[in-house]
């Protein structure tokens, strides 16, 4: 969630700018991964503390998940627990984007369906990567990096240049190139091309930053979902694979690849077929979050997005 202070947003691209260079440093010079972990748990505590508008969004969110209020002490357990994991996926963003990818690969305790990415791979069509902002995406370029495949990330750069600037170079690091995509004119033409050319290209799907997304029932209740991806896959031909990263509870890695869904048919029927892929999607994330909703990082009301409010009030 934005603030809607100037000042509070120059003292956050302050804090960023000299804390994740130190994070950076920490992350490569420590030899324990849960000694990290304790530092952030630590770190992210005292941020909370101060602003608890991001745990009372993460509540709400849990709560629709789990069908209780947000006031039930369930939901304010896993949403605590939320927080951790995501201060934990950035410790091992940082901890292991620094070490050979052979690291990350030990951690790895289970990848499913890799047989359909590598499938896409060598037929030389180009696929999407549909991911969710649930357990350790950015891991999955190491992953595919340590199985000969080249991944390129899609992301809308982060509001503060130091946040952007680190990860950058992470992802540079472990052989992940990333794509910025803002949602405005012709920005979607480099996928188009790195698709035709037969790339694996990795997208979000659980969040319509460009508010033009599709509305979709979601654990109940209706919310959207970008279209985006499935637009994409429709003018290229390129199928899409969801696909998830999450950790189990010994803090290590699995991954599961579904099988590849094809938006195709005449333009009068592409439509849909692009709304049973998503619901299709949707019900692979829900069934992934149910399992583990301790790992849906989404800070701001997912079914109540302030940003659509404000532009349904304009």
Not at 60 to 80: K, W
Not at 153 to 164: S, W
Not at 227 to 252: H, K, Q, V
Request: proline residues 5%.
């Amino acid at each position: 969630m934005q603030s809607q202070s100037k000042l509070l947003d120059l003292a956050y691209a302050g804090i960023f700018e000299s804390l994740f260079p130190l994070f950076l440093l920490v992350a490569r010079s420590i030899a324990r991964r849960s000694r990290a972990f304790e530092i952030s748990d630590d770190i992210i505590g005292a941020f909370m503390a101060l602003r608890p508008k991001y745990l009372d969004a993460v509540k709400g969110n849990v709560a629709q998940v789990l069908g209780l209020s947000p006031s039930h002490p369930e939901v304010t357990r896993i949403a605590r627990t939320v927080i951790r994991h995501h201060a934990h996926a950035w410790v091992d963003l940082f901890y292991f984007g620094q070490r050979p990818p052979e690291e990350a690969m030990k951690n790895f305790t289970e990848v499913q369906g890799l047989e359909h990415a590598e499938r896409v791979v060598r037929e030389g069509r180009g696929g999407i990567l549909l991911t969710a902002h649930a357990g350790n995406f950015e891991l999955g370029g190491l992953l595919l990096r340590a199985k000969g495949m080249e991944l390129h990330i899609v992301y809308k750069p982060d509001r503060f240049e130091a946040v952007e600037r680190l990860r950058t170079r992470i992802r540079r690091q472990g052989g992940v190139v990333g794509v910025p995509v803002d949602g405005v004119g012709f920005s979607t033409l480099p996928l188009v091309k790195l698709l035709r050319e037969g790339h694996l290209v990795g997208m979000q799907g659980d969040r319509d930053f460009s508010l033009h997304g599709l509305r979709l029932p979601f654990f109940g209740r209706e919310t959207y979902f970008p279209r985006g991806p499935w637009e994409l896959a429709a003018m290229t031909g390129a199928p899409i694979l969801c696909s998830f990263f999450y950790m189990d509870e010994e803090a290590r890695f699995r991954a599961r690849f579904l099988e590849p869904i094809f938006i195709t048919g005449e333009r009068g029927m592409r439509q849909a077929a692009i709304e049973a892929g998503m619901r299709s999607y949707i019900r692979d994330l829900e069934a992934l979050i149910r399992e583990h909703p301790d790992q849906w990082y989404c800070f701001y009301p997912f079914w109540n997005d302030p940003l659509r409010n404000d532009l349904q009030t304009c």
